[in-house]
């Protein structure tokens, strides 16, 4: 039927301006917003103009950005508060600078659910708007005058958004239901029902279409002629199982994958498999939630139990070979090891410590005997590997010797749990610290 495909919602998202229902009040022909969304040379004006969207769910936010960034020619970077820190937004920030400055390419930065940034973390963006390396569109459910900073506010322009008219879900449940992005006219419903619908989504257009695609699935999978009529009671008796979907790329999809992550790092096995049951049902790419574990292993389980990254790993090379449904049992195994197993994020702690270090110009001269000395007159001229101390020559595979100076030669960035395996790495850890910084006592 339409087993492996996105949800409806998310094949339904507008891909220009005249699909998008509802919201006349913001993009009306020649409306800041309207000029946003043109190309360069149609526009009749400048428009870099940041963007703060404020509305409720289902409202559109997320699909005004990307419909924006798609008909305007722009570069299209996505962030959510949720799952992204300041280091993802630099990271995208840097990405639209160097588009803009070496191919003239503008970007739009869409960050999903400002307000659960800090203010320290949405200070972030403020030069990247200011010398317009990026136009930000950011969306909100909350109230922006208390959740979204003062300097970055006076730089926006806020645009609310309203819940969708019963009228305008109507016209989109029936434009789902022909159109061959969606049911592809397998379905009819009368007004009635079209009504029913509107009524419970209350103004949420990925609402009305989780419900309509429920109910589309229980009718057709008894069909033999491959089309059938939904009723008002197949809308009520689909409602339990709509609930259950939502959009993947969605509000929704941000808070169950977060409550599926830290169920995993709080060692929650039931609430862990729970959230996975949902992302399954929801028709989450398998592939995402396997990429997901794959990065808790390392950064929640780490070292306390090296063999998490392993595993994680062939469940997810697992997933892509034997796709879903099956796949959902492999996901479930690893599931439920990684959050039995004992955590440590001793190594993401380290790796950030020491990024840290560089980027604040903390990194020291490289000892001489640890250059290399692999071209000729390098001994000669520079002294590169004079000194150097090879570890296999001594019985212990470990000498004594400076491997790092100046600033951070005593730094320790490694700071070992006394749990599972990494409990006998950092008594081993200990032992080679000793002999190869002995020359320090």
């Known amino acids: 039927m339409f087993e492996g495909l996105a949800p409806l919602a998310a094949r339904m998202r507008p891909t220009n301006l005249s699909e998008i229902v509802g919201q006349e009040h913001i993009l009306r022909k020649g409306s800041p917003l309207y000029q946003l969304a043109q190309p360069e040379d149609q526009r009749s004006f400048a428009s870099s103009t940041s963007v703060v969207l404020w509305g409720p769910p289902g409202t559109g936010k997320t699909t005004l950005a990307k419909v924006i960034a798609l008909t305007s020619q722009r570069q299209f970077a996505e962030l959510s508060a949720v799952t992204s820190g300041v280091k993802d937004v630099r990271e995208a920030i840097d990405r639209a600078r160097q588009d803009r400055e070496s191919f003239g390419v503008s970007t739009i930065l869409f960050l999903d659910e400002i307000h659960r940034f800090s203010k320290a973390q949405q200070d972030v963006l403020l030069p990247a708007v200011e010398a317009g390396w990026v136009v930000l569109i950011a969306a909100t459910t909350e109230n922006p ?234 001994i000669k001229t520079t002294g590169a590997g004079v000194g150097y101390r090879y570890p296999h020559d001594d019985k212990r595979s470990v000498v004594e010797q400076q491997y790092l100076e100046g600033k951070v030669a005593d730094t320790s960035y490694f700071q070992p749990k006394d749990l599972g395996a990494e409990k006998e790495l950092g008594e081993r850890w200990a032992r080679l610290r000793s002999i190869i910084r002995a020359f320090r006592k």
Do not use: C
Request: proline share 4%; no cysteine; glycine share 6%.
């Open 145 to 378: 005058s208390f959740s979204v900073i003062s300097p970055l506010l006076s730089r926006s322009l806020l645009l609310t958004l309203n819940p969708i008219s019963d009228e305008d879900l109507q016209t989109l449940i029936q434009r789902a239901a022909d159109d061959p992005r969606g049911l592809k006219g397998r379905v009819s419903l009368d007004d009635e029902v079209r009504a029913q619908i509107s009524a419970l989504a209350g103004g949420d257009a990925r609402k009305a279409l989780t419900i309509l695609e429920a109910a589309a699935q229980a009718v057709l999978a008894g069909s033999e002629s491959g089309k059938a009529l939904i009723t008002l009671h197949d809308v009520e008796a689909s409602i339990d199982r709509a609930l259950v979907r939502y959009d993947a790329n969605g509000d929704q999809h941000y808070d169950v994958i977060s409550a599926f992550i830290k169920s995993v790092r709080g060692s929650d096995v039931d609430a862990a498999l729970h959230y996975l049951a949902r992302m399954v049902e929801a028709g989450e790419d398998p592939r995402f939630i396997a990429r997901r574990l794959i990065i808790l292993a390392a950064e929640d389980v780490g070292l306390a139990d090296p063999s998490a990254l392993t595993l994680a790993t062939a469940a997810a090379d697992a997933v892509a070979k034997i796709g879903m449904p099956e796949g959902r049992i492999p996901l479930a195994e690893v599931t439920i090891y990684l959050a039995l197993a004992p955590k440590s994020n001793s190594a993401y702690l380290a790796i950030n410590q020491a990024i840290e270090d560089v980027r604040a110009g903390k990194t020291g001269q490289i000892p001489l005997s640890l250059r290399s000395s692999n071209y000729p007159g390098a």
